[in-house]
């Protein structure tokens, strides 16, 4: 099914706010990682929202990362094709006012479906100007792009700031509608409670309360804007449940899939590591492949395409799992189509 662009994404996130579902918007850093992902959407006949940030981008771009997020987004392009369901790429967190060249490459490429601008670490009245700025540059361009961006604080240390006060870390929902009214902004990240990166899940005072709060004060008020919860590894099947029943449909998600891509390769390695590493008192004569020694290491163990497929198959368990728990599989808006 195609690679669709805002507008499409817009239903897609309607759809799931009347149905009471929920996606987790999942960040991508690595391509097993992303076929993994596609697999078990597909799979479950969920539609899929990867995610790429900057230093994603620059990573697949070799420290470009203009070329990288092209190069991302040529990739999802052509493998949605190959699957039964909606695919969808929104960049995640472009921080202004330093990444403002990566938002102009963002626009000037059109090849996004949304775009998360973040200067949620500015004083209000400074975040609703730098949004306000990203918003009518995005809507500048050719392609339909929805834009999220964030108010209140995620917990953990971002841009080097560290909030000791514990109500700065939620959104307050009348500053919200303010936000959206003054901002334009299609998606709305609200601070919850949770928090980013790999504390996540200690000692977390997560609030679907606030989340209601916030949801029903931009209802009220007549906007029609998701809402968005970041730093979601670390929450229990509970915890998102009850953000979903508080009208929350996206949740990012990153963490989790690194720790499963390295888990999966550890464990292959180190089960594997007597068919990869010569034992004691073979010469480690890698240059002839140990042509001198009766030992030989096995294809089977380090061709890099057998850790890639077992990496893309504990992906896509983990991606239908997690379909499954926020109710988006079988949801797909691109069923029978
Ligand atoms: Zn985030």
Known sequence: MPYDDGAALSTVYSAARDGGYGFFASNVTHFDILLGLLRGADRVSADAVLQVSRDSAAFYGDGDPAVGLEAFCAYLDRFAERTNVGVFCNVDHVHLPDQRDFLDAVVESGVASSVMVDASDRPFEENVERVSEA?????????????????????????GVETVAEDAFYTDPERAVEFVERTGVDLLAVSVGTRHGVASGRDLDVRPDVARDVDEALRDAGHDVPLVVHGASGLSDEQVEALLGAGVPKFNKNTRYQYEYARTAADFYHEHADAIRPPEGVDDDRGSMFAGADWSPEKTSFHPHVVGEAVRDRLADVMADLSEATGSAGQSRYIDR
């Open 135 to 159: 918003v009518a540059r995005v809507r500048d361009g050719d392609r339909e792009m929805l834009v999220e961006a964030e108010l209140g604080r995620v917990a953990g240390t971002e841009s």
